[in-house]
Each structure stands twice: as C-alpha cells, then as structure tokens.
C-alpha cells in the first residue's frame, strides 16, 4: 500500500518563476492538505482539498493555489515566487473530508529552493 | 489563540534515559492531539495522538499525558533509544477537518 507520494522530491527554481508541486494521497484517502515547513520551524497549513475543492485556507497569499482532480491526486501552484518561500513542502492526506482524528498521513515533501 | 507552545526546543538524553516533550495550547476548541516525529530529510509521521476525554495514553515505549485544565500536554519517552534521535512535533487540531497548528518542534539527541 503505497503512502502519500510527492514529486519532484526536490527543485531550484528562480525569483519570480512559477512552480507546480504534484501529490498523489495514500490509497483509500480523500482529503488533501498541503503544508509548508521553512528550515527549523513546524509544518505551516497551507490548505485544504475535499471533493475538488478548496475547504480550508491558512495565512498565505493568493500566489499559493491548488486544485484536486477526480483521482483525489492534487496540485500546488505557486506564482511569484519570493526568496522566502524556500521551504519543504509536504502534502498531507486522510481518509474523511472533515472531522479531526482522522489519522493524517505525511508525504516525504518537495524542496523548494527559490534563487 | 491557535498557538501550541512547544518546550524545550532542544533535549539531549543519555540512552536508556525518559524523554519528556511538552506542549501548551490557548483554543479550547481543539480536540486532537497528535505527536509527530521526523528524521532529517523525511516527512512527518505520526507516533501517537490522544483525545482530551482522556488523560494518558500509551503505544510501547511513547505516553502522552494530557492535562485538560492547564490546556497542557507532553510527549514521555521511555528507555529513549539512539534511534529516537529526531525532531518531534506536536501539534493540535478542531473538528473542521483536520487542519493541524503544530508546535515549533524539538530536536532530541539520544546519547549511546
């Protein structure tokens, strides 16, 4: 049973270009939520995918969107890129739209390194 | 208030020693707890969670005791193990979805 699996596992990319994040969810799960994580510092809520769409929002800018497909496999896309969005970005996935205890699963995350 | 305060930020164990992780939370909304534990490299994963209709609980050699009125709770570590060396995380979540604030992580050192 294959877990959360994210790709490209790592990747450099230039101020102001844009980048696209892939993330399949373990077999079986939903839901999909995306999280950034900056060297030193606990995962930050990016947001939320259920049934295609956006549920849940943290504090980021509208350069950060997403989208779910039908196969629950979902997409970040970040535009503008800054310096500071240099970070490991790690797609999260569970098994029920809402309603918390449900065990979340982490993938092995992307690595953004923006120059 | 939907801050979780983790202390300390580092701890360094000899082997065989009890690790204790703690943790404060202001939203008394939330109701999950879970621990997550991550290696260098690697995504987290989770170790053990508790909901706050319980005071402890216990998986092996990890117990999280959960205090309700101090809105407080802590990750023990028994008999701590050179591979326990890693950063934990906890974190905290409402009922709307799983979206969990996590704690700013503590780096443990297990010592052989």
């Known amino acids: 049973d294959a877990g959360v699996t994210q790709s490209p596992t790592h990747l450099i990319k230039t101020r102001g270009q844009q980048v696209t994040l892939r993330c399949s969810p373990k077999?079986?799960?939903?839901?999909v939520s995306w999280y950034q994580q900056a060297l030193g510092q606990g995962p930050q809520f990016i947001f939320q995918?259920?049934?295609?769409?956006?549920?849940q929002r943290g504090n980021f800018p509208d350069r950060f969107s997403g989208h779910q497909f039908p196969n629950y496999s979902s997409e970040l896309n970040v535009n503008a890129l800054l310096l500071g969005d240099s970070a490991l970005y790690l797609c999260?996935?569970?098994?029920?739209?809402f309603g918390s205890g449900n065990t979340i699963y982490f993938g092995e995350g992307s690595w953004l390194t923006v120059v | 208030q939907q801050q979780v305060k983790q202390s300390p930020q580092s701890l360094i164990v000899q082997k065989g020693g009890i690790s204790i992780i703690n943790c404060a939370y202001e939203?008394?909304?939330?109701?999950?707890f879970p621990w997550y534990q991550q290696f260098p490299g690697k995504g987290p994963a989770l170790l053990i969670a508790?909901?706050?209709?319980?005071s402890e609980k216990k998986e092996g050699r990890f117990t999280i005791s959960f205090n309700k009125s101090a809105k407080q709770f802590s990750l023990h570590i028994m008999d701590s193990q050179p591979g326990d060396s890693a950063t934990y995380f906890c974190?905290?979540?409402?009922?709307?979805?799983?979206?969990?604030?996590f704690g700013q992580g503590t780096e443990l050192s297990v010592k052989p």
């Open positions: 999260a996935s569970s098994e029920r739209g």
């Open positions: 077999s079986g799960h939903d839901t």
């Open positions: 995918y259920y049934e295609e769409e956006e549920r």
């Open positions: 939203n008394t909304a939330f109701d999950y």
């Open positions: 508790i909901r706050p209709d319980v």
């Open positions: 974190a905290a979540s409402r009922d709307q979805g799983g979206k969990l604030i």
